[in-house]
């Protein structure tokens, strides 16, 4: 079995592919231990160490960039806390109270949870999180995705790490490929997804998976 990569190996791979092949993508500055403090106080959850090593290396990706996850972007911390702040607010309202989520058992059946958080996004409402509640707690950290208008919660990945580390290799064998005018082949990368790959299948508009 290969050896997982490190987040900060990982990434740097990344960055060296999109600096290769996607000069539109572009990261913004590392962020401060105390700036990522500041964020665990105010959203009142721990930031993982994985997280923490990325924010270190950059804090997420610029506002114009092409985003790195397949069309999607790389938060920096003052969007994670905008972004869980805004849905979480809504959530207490009752915004979601009508609906019913598709969850598997190891993810809490809710449309949304206080405990996820937003790490990465399309811009058009829709995250991937950490789940820094799962209702075991073994499974800390694991990677899911959230999407507003749609019930399914889908495993992605067991942690941050593990996530990156395929995405890493499925960028080097060329699973992926990218132009300025359509962006990535795979939007939101979920071909990397290690769990429930043909969700989106038949669901218009949205992902297209194939093995």
């Given at each position: 079995m290969t050896e997982q990569l490190y987040i900060t190996e990982s990434f740097k791979k990344l960055q060296d592919w999109a600096e290769a092949h996607a000069p539109e993508i572009s990261f913004r500055p590392p962020a401060a231990d105390s700036a990522i403090d500041t964020l665990a106080q105010?959203?009142?959850?721990?930031?993982?160490?994985?997280?923490?090593?990325?924010?270190?290396?950059?804090?997420?990706?610029t506002k114009?960039?092409?985003?790195?996850i397949g069309n999607w972007r790389l938060m920096p911390i003052a969007e994670i806390q905008a972004a869980w702040g805004w849905i979480s607010k809504i959530a207490e309202k009752g915004a979601f109270e009508d609906l019913s989520p598709q969850t598997p058992t190891?993810?809490?059946?809710?449309?949304?949870?206080?405990?996820w958080l937003p790490i990465v996004s399309s811009d058009a409402g829709q995250y991937f999180c950490l789940d820094m509640d799962p209702p075991d707690q073994q499974r800390t950290g694991q990677v899911i995705l959230f999407q507003q208008d749609q019930p399914e919660r889908p495993l992605v990945a067991g942690s941050l790490q593990a996530w990156f580390d395929r995405i890493a290799r499925d960028l080097e064998s060329g699973?992926?490929?990218?132009?300025?005018?359509?962006?990535f082949n795979g939007e939101g990368l979920m071909w990397s997804a290690l769990e429930e790959k043909h969700l989106f299948d038949d669901i218009p508009g949205k992902f297209v998976v194939k093995d």
């Open positions: 105010k959203i009142g959850l721990p930031i993982p160490d994985d997280l923490r090593l990325l924010l270190r290396l950059a804090d997420g990706e114009p960039s092409a985003g790195m190891y993810i809490r059946p809710v449309w949304w949870h206080p405990g699973v992926y490929t990218y132009d300025e005018e359509n962006g």
